[in-house]
């Protein structure tokens, strides 16, 4: 049963992850300069940043979307409708940067300006001041985070570290307290009707980005507003045998992480899994796969490869930090997803591609079931998107902005009751969204309307 368990495990996490594998070149950006960039193509400004996390330069993004000038302001919203939102980070699925989340911010202010729905409270006629901030952020050893001069797991800053789902949570917890909630006031002090900075943040996460929300916000709930979940995987952190994770690497896992991300380098490789990941083609050129390839030049990536195929699984405490702890057992660790997911007090909104070869909906459906083991009062929901594989923030960025935008706008006691796909009129008028390569229908599911093949109840039984 083990064998079984590990085996689909790893084919699991090898296919989610490979499929991704690219990242910027390993080039580090000068800590505490920023740069705006402002494309055609991106008509929200994005800004670049770094900070220091355990001394290594971490590379983060930011865009402000802003809100119309009459908000939609679901029936049982309070009588104001001017409120600032939360702040949103959009955490990556494994290799990419921030880049990946470049469409999703562009849709969600395209999202915002169609909105057309007036707040039947107010009849201000100035511009509504509701607006929040979108962060991503390039986990330590991905996109443009690394270890000064990165030398294949031999320098300096590179001895002791270990690439795995722990160090990238403790990096995500030290983002939020560090950067995110502290510079929304500053950021926001001038707005109109601006009142206090909120204290907690959306999160919203593809693949294994979903993966460490998960666990951020069930270790820092005081952190966390909600959690979004984009074709996370529930699998993360091999654990093999031989070696901790900790760099440099010895002989044998060094060779074979070599071997491996050599060959996901190549460039019918990288086509290979973009066609497995994404349903439709239009969605990725041969610009990117060119790009994926020149950003695994990286020092610094043969050793980061090595290290996270060995880490271990991401660890919570059995009882709460400030609990009492008497015995052994108290110290004890979990690391499975779904009791994690048990913990969660916020809010959690799933939203997958329905034709995900790896992260399936079987596996949203068992998320669902270890969600609503939570108490009462504690809100999940589950939108499926049509003809979408496993990065549907990038493939289908409109469709994901149609669902988050009021799910963001929604205060805790809205959740449940916001209509996120509004009710079809008959078969033959679904709720759709169209996207550059065609059209999506949206639907919302219980946990046991979620169909399952035989190989799908397979996959979640064993994994």
């Not at 294994?208 to 951020?216: C, E, I, K, R």
Request: aromatic letters at 8%; proline letters at 7%.
């Amino acid at each position: 049963m083990k064998i079984i368990r590990k085996t689909l495990q790893l084919t699991i996490w090898l296919s989610a992850c490979l499929v991704t594998s690219y990242s910027y070149s390993n080039s580090n950006v000068p800590v505490g300069k920023s740069s705006a960039r402002n494309t055609e193509t991106s008509p929200v400004p994005i800004s670049s940043h770094t900070f220091l996390f355990r001394s290594h330069p971490i590379a983060y993004e930011t865009a402000v979307v802003r809100f119309p000038t009459k908000i939609a302001v679901p029936p049982q919203s309070p009588t104001t409708p001017y409120r600032d939102v939360s702040p949103v980070l959009l955490l990556n699925g494994f290799g990419v940067g921030s880049f990946h989340q470049h469409r999703l911010i562009q849709a969600l202010q395209q999202q915002s300006d169609q909105s057309t729905v007036t707040d039947k409270n107010s009849n201000r006629d100035e511009p509504a001041s509701l607006a929040t901030i979108i962060y991503t952020l390039d986990y330590l050893g991905q996109g443009r985070s690394w270890p000064v001069d990165s030398n294949d797991g031999q320098s300096e800053a590179e001895l002791g570290l270990r690439y795995c789902g722990q160090t990238w949570v403790d990096q995500i917890v030290a983002f939020l307290e560090t950067i995110v909630l502290p510079a929304r006031e500053s950021c926001f002090s001038s707005t109109r009707h601006y009142t206090a900075p909120p204290e907690r943040v959306h999160l919203v996460g593809n693949s294994v980005g979903g993966h460490l929300a998960v666990f951020v916000a069930a270790l820092r709930p005081d952190l966390v507003a909600s959690v979004t979940l984009l074709n996370a995987t529930p699998v993360w952190g091999l654990n093999l045998p031989g070696w901790t994770g900790h760099l440099p690497a010895p002989f044998l896992p060094k060779t074979i992480g070599r071997f491996l991300f050599d060959q996901i380098r190549n460039l019918n490789t990288i086509e290979q899994y973009l066609a497995a990941a994404y349903v439709h083609r239009e969605a990725f050129d041969a610009t990117l796969m060119q790009q994926i390839r020149a950003c695994t030049e990286s020092q610094g990536g043969h050793a980061a490869f090595a290290s996270i195929l060995w880490s271990p699984p991401v660890t919570l405490p059995t009882k709460p930090n400030d609990a009492p702890s008497n015995t052994k057992n108290d110290y004890k660790k979990i690391n499975a997803f779904d009791e994690a997911l048990s913990r969660l007090e916020c809010d959690v909104l799933l939203c997958f591609g329905a034709d995900d070869p790896w992260c399936k909906p079987a596996f949203a459906a068992r998320m669902l079931r270890a969600l609503g083991q939570r108490p009462t009062g504690k809100v999940q929901r589950y939108v499926e998107l049509s003809s979408v594989g496993h990065c549907p923030n990038h493939e289908a960025p409109n469709a994901v902005a149609y669902v988050l935008l009021p799910w963001l706008l929604s205060s805790n006691a809205q959740r449940q009751q916001i209509a996120l796909v509004p009710a079809p009129l008959s078969e033959d008028k679904r709720t759709s969204v169209r996207e550059t390569w065609g059209v999506t229908e949206l639907t919302e599911r219980q946990a046991d309307d979620i169909s399952l093949s035989l190989v799908d109840r397979l996959a979640v039984l064993f994994v």
